[in-house]
């Protein structure tokens, strides 16, 4: 073992928790108010002719950061397996900082002309150059804390930031839509959330101070040091396994929770504050749920856990899309969102949780960055430009739940050899 000894664990207490997780909640709050904004956005930095040619510019722009995460996880994950979790926490949080700054000081192209959009693509690189080493070194940190019998239970805290930052995130959008003029919200309001993401990062870097940190001194040593070839060599059937577990995690919860409320304001024709309340619901639904999930797979197992979720997410996805395009209405938004924001979350938990257990704690940042780097690179920052692509190409505006059903049932295929994790020691 080259992490905390069994004797040194202890139950993470809130402001440990609080302190491991800050920085993927500073992520999902940046990629909420983004993906809300979308519309206004792609307005600012890339006008075109057709609404919608737009509107794909902008959810291109939001997927380009995902371009960086996997550089940002094989370095930030490497430097986390080396020379500890912490530095490498307090690093990816600096970086966050600087991108998020520039998308709340970005000119638009009315200001710099063809600048603008490259302005706006650096900045979004840097925060996903930063986030694709967030996530291996914190839940790294998380579950090496935590006991062998609730690794679920406190892996899903990662989650729970998640949703309530999102759910932070649509509340400040909801309120600046409610304050805010028309005009107003697109000449300088829709900064405001990534100034408001700036301003949290001292807090965190302040907060993570008082952490201890698990990599052991041992695995320091040059000899003991990890390696992209360990990772690829002795793990590499392991890792583009769980890549593809990943993959249908990644799609429903950017489909469903982000992408949605824009679905909801361009295709259905739905007021941007309806669409907006429709993102403040699936972000509760999974802070509602994320511990549940996490319990249930300590107690069931990961492998059923995710197993049945995804069937039920599976035959549920195109009756909600048809009930949406029928209804058209608040209520009906709302009860969809709601419904597969439930699934998606059951089913997601576990198999984050699942993939940090796979990997040996000597080379487990790095191969979790990886694999997440890579996974929402490929799937996440392409499905919203997918989904808005299905309904131009095809004229319906259901063709995104077939895209949906698709990614959940490949993606389900890797529980048929990966083995059960939850009874593992970690």
Same mark, same amino acid.
């Given at each position: 073992?080259?992490?905390?000894?069994?004797?040194? @664990?202890?139950?993470?207490?809130?402001? +440990?928790?609080?302190?491991?997780? /800050?920085?993927?909640?500073? %992520?999902?709050?940046?990629?909420?108010?983004?993906?809300?904004?979308?519309?206004?956005?792609?307005?600012?930095?890339?006008?075109?002719?057709?609404?919608?040619?737009?509107?794909?510019?902008?959810?291109?722009?939001?997927?380009?950061?995902?371009?960086?995460?996997?550089?940002?996880?094989?370095?930030?994950?490497?430097?986390?397996?080396?020379?500890?979790?912490?530095?490498?926490?307090?690093?990816?949080?600096?970086?966050?900082?600087?991108?998020?700054?520039?998308?709340?000081?970005?000119?638009? =192209?009315?200001?710099?002309?063809?600048?603008?959009?490259? &302005?706006?693509?650096?900045?979004?690189?840097?925060?996903?150059?930063?986030?694709? #080493?967030?996530?291996?070194?914190?839940?790294?940190?998380?579950? %090496? =804390?935590?006991?062998?019998?609730?690794?679920?239970? =406190?892996?899903?805290?990662?989650?729970?930031?998640?949703?309530?930052?999102?759910?932070? #995130?649509?509340?400040?959008?909801?309120?600046?839509?409610?304050?805010?003029?028309?005009?107003?919200?697109?000449? *300088?309001? &829709?900064?405001?959330?990534?100034?408001?993401?700036?301003?949290?990062?001292?807090? #965190?870097?302040?907060?993570?101070?008082?952490?201890?940190?698990?990599?052991?001194?041992?695995? @320091?040593?040059?000899?003991?040091?990890?390696?992209?070839?360990?990772?690829?060599?002795?793990?590499?059937?392991?890792? &583009?396994?769980?890549?593809?577990?990943?993959?249908?995690?990644?799609?429903?919860?950017?489909?469903?929770?982000?992408?949605?409320?824009?679905?909801?304001?361009?295709?259905?024709?739905?007021?941007?504050?309806?669409?907006? *309340?429709?993102?403040?619901?699936?972000?509760?639904?999974?802070?509602?749920?994320?511990?549940?999930?996490?319990?249930?797979?300590?107690?069931?197992?990961?492998?059923?856990?995710?197993?049945?979720?995804?069937?039920?997410?599976?035959?549920?996805?195109?009756?909600?899309?048809?009930?949406? %395009?029928?209804?058209?209405?608040?209520?009906?938004?709302?009860?969809?969102?709601?419904?597969?924001?439930?699934?998606?979350?059951?089913?997601?938990?576990? /198999?984050?949780?699942?993939?940090?257990?796979?990997?040996?704690?000597?080379?487990?940042?790095?191969?979790?960055?990886?694999?997440?780097?890579?996974?929402?690179?490929?799937?996440?920052?392409?499905?919203?430009?997918?989904?808005? *692509?299905?309904?131009?190409? +095809?004229?319906?505006?259901?063709?995104?739940?077939?895209?949906?059903?698709?990614?959940?049932?490949?993606?389900?295929?890797?529980?048929? &050899?990966?083995?059960?994790?939850?009874?593992? @020691?970690?």
């Amino acid at each position: 073992m080259t992490t905390v000894a069994d004797a040194e @664990r202890r139950t993470p207490t809130f402001t +440990t928790i609080a302190a491991i997780t /800050v920085g993927n909640g500073l %992520e999902f709050f940046d990629f909420t108010v983004y993906s809300f904004f979308a519309v206004l956005i792609g307005s600012s930095f890339f006008p075109a002719k057709d609404p919608v040619v737009s509107l794909m510019l902008a959810v291109g722009s939001y997927g380009i950061a995902f371009v960086a995460r996997p550089i940002g996880g094989v370095i930030l994950g490497l430097y986390a397996d080396r020379a500890g979790r912490k530095p490498a926490m307090t690093l990816t949080l600096l970086s966050m900082a600087g991108g998020s700054l520039g998308v709340a000081l970005a000119p638009t =192209y009315a200001q710099i002309g063809v600048f603008a959009p490259i &302005w706006l693509v650096c900045a979004r690189l840097l925060q996903g150059f930063a986030l694709g #080493g967030e996530v291996g070194a914190s839940t790294s940190l998380l579950l %090496e =804390y935590a006991g062998d019998r609730d690794r679920g239970y =406190y892996g899903s805290w990662q989650l729970f930031s998640q949703g309530l930052s999102a759910l932070a #995130g649509a509340g400040v959008a909801v309120l600046l839509t409610n304050a805010l003029s028309h005009d107003q919200l697109y000449a *300088w309001g &829709w900064r405001i959330p990534f100034a408001i993401g700036v301003a949290m990062v001292p807090l #965190g870097i302040y907060i993570r101070r008082h952490l201890n940190e698990t990599l052991m001194p041992k695995a @320091r040593n040059s000899s003991n040091m990890a390696t992209l070839a360990e990772v690829f060599k002795a793990n590499g059937e392991l890792v &583009w396994s769980c890549l593809l577990l990943m993959g249908g995690s990644t799609i429903t919860t950017y489909v469903v929770v982000f992408y949605l409320p824009t679905y909801a304001t361009q295709f259905l024709e739905m007021p941007l504050s309806v669409a907006l *309340w429709a993102g403040v619901t699936a972000s509760a639904v999974s802070v509602a749920t994320s511990t549940y999930a996490g319990i249930l797979s300590d107690r069931i197992g990961r492998k059923r856990t995710v197993l049945w979720s995804r069937f039920a997410l599976a035959i549920s996805v195109l009756p909600g899309f048809m009930l949406l %395009e029928a209804y058209r209405s608040p209520a009906a938004l709302i009860c969809v969102v709601a419904a597969l924001s439930f699934l998606v979350v059951l089913q997601a938990v576990p /198999v984050f949780v699942m993939i940090t257990e796979m990997f040996p704690s000597r080379i487990r940042a790095t191969s979790l960055s990886i694999v997440f780097g890579l996974g929402v690179a490929v799937f996440g920052g392409t499905a919203q430009v997918v989904a808005t *692509w299905l309904i131009s190409a +095809t004229g319906s505006h259901i063709a995104p739940a077939w895209y949906l059903i698709v990614a959940t049932l490949i993606s389900t295929i890797p529980l048929l &050899w990966l083995t059960e994790t939850a009874d593992k @020691r970690c």
